[in-house]
């Protein structure tokens, strides 16, 4: 099993910044992406964006440009920097930890962006 703890949500006014981390520990070995996905109340859970270990990374066209995805392996953490935030990007955002044949969820951390 991996354990996934994510820190950093909170409420923000729009156009301000919030930095999400996740801390992967327990089963670490044979984890290949990682990333966030957010959802918002009344939708489906969507992706954010992920990162390989190899550093390659994919963002959904809503946040390119305002949001970076970052990992260090060897801390086994994920970070998300988030700018220029909108209202529309108030959601319970979720760190996500992909191995080949499972994936493991954190509990979720509320962003909230006042407008």
């Known amino acids: 099993q991996v354990q996934l703890v994510e820190s950093g949500g909170g409420l923000v006014q729009a156009g301000g910044s919030l930095r999400l981390s996740c801390a992967a520990s327990g089963s670490i070995l044979g984890i290949n992406a990682m990333g966030w996905y957010r959802q918002a109340p009344g939708k489906p859970r969507e992706l954010v964006a992920t990162i390989t270990r190899d550093g390659s990374t994919n963002y959904a066209d809503s946040v390119k440009g305002r949001f970076t995805i970052s990992r260090d392996n060897a801390e086994n953490t994920v970070c998300l920097q988030m700018n220029s935030l909108k209202p529309e990007d108030t959601a319970v955002y979720y760190c996500?930890?992909?191995?080949?044949?499972?994936?493991?969820w954190g509990q979720g951390t509320q962003v909230t962006v006042s407008s």
């Open positions: 996500n930890a992909a191995k080949t044949w499972d994936n493991y």
